[in-house]
């Protein structure tokens, strides 16, 4: 069996541009990762968003306005207006982003 023996004090010499490389992939995997969780929030929001709306399909016409929320607004509108702005509403924050 071979001895093996790792100093841990040798200095390890590494190119400049094996480095820039290392930084790249760094800074590629850190946006990655962002993305990730950037995807992972909005897909919670559409989520959030088809449960809401199946709930007001759901009510009666009876029911009164429903409150709709627009940033950290509530405005309140009929059951069918609602439904437009359930439909509109996220491609405008789209293009707004």
């Keep these: 069996m071979a001895n093996k023996n790792f100093n841990a004090d040798t200095d390890?010499?590494?190119l400049e541009e094996d480095q820039q490389k290392i930084n790249k992939f760094a800074r590629l995997n850190a946006r990655f990762e962002e993305l990730k969780d950037e995807l992972k929030s909005m897909q919670n929001d559409l989520k959030n968003i088809e449960d809401a709306s199946d709930d007001i399909m759901l009510l009666d016409e009876a029911a009164g306005p429903i409150?709709?929320?627009i940033g950290e607004a509530?405005?309140?509108c009929s059951q069918d207006e609602a439904q437009v702005r359930r439909l509109f509403l996220p491609l405008l924050l789209h293009?707004?982003?």
């Design 95 to 97: 293009f707004l982003h």
């Design 12 to 14: 390890v010499h590494i």
């Design 67 to 69: 409150p709709f929320m």
């Design 74 to 76: 509530f405005i309140h």
